[in-house]
């Protein structure tokens, strides 16, 4: 990467840039975290040298791994668990626990489906359809 022109040094500095930069804009909004990722995490790239990947996670939903005692949440995040006994690298998230207080986000809401056996799953097929509508 050196001989690239991408020192460690110069790699650090940018990642460092880029984490305070997401952590200004998270300073800003309630519903959601931004997180920078792909080549700008990894301070392969300066600001205007390639696209920039941000994962945008909603503050009121929360995936949790099969085990996790739900009564040491807020009852105002809604709650899914993993179930992983599917193919490998795959999860299913299982609707376990609607918000309290908050309105149900109107993508998640709409790509809730039954799988037959009475458990509630969240779609990935049918929340990016909802997105890109």
Do not use: W
Request: charged fraction near 25%.
């Amino acid at each position: 990467m050196t001989l690239l022109g991408i020192g460690e040094k110069i790699r650090r500095r940018r990642v460092k840039k880029y984490r305070e930069n997401d952590m200004l804009v998270n300073a800003v909004s309630d519903n959601v975290t931004a997180i920078t990722t792909g080549s700008k995490a990894e301070g392969l790239t300066c600001l205007n040298e390639s696209d920039c990947d941000i994962l945008f996670v909603p503050n009121s939903v929360l995936c949790v791994e099969a085990g996790v005692n739900l009564h040491t949440i807020p009852e105002d995040i809604e709650m899914f668990i993993t179930d992983t006994r599917v193919y490998p690298g795959h999860c299913r998230m299982l609707f376990k626990r609607p918000s309290s207080t908050r309105v149900t986000n109107r993508y998640i809401y709409t790509a809730l489906c039954d799988d037959g056996q009475g458990n509630v799953l969240l779609s990935s097929a049918l929340f990016l359809d909802r997105m890109v509508k």
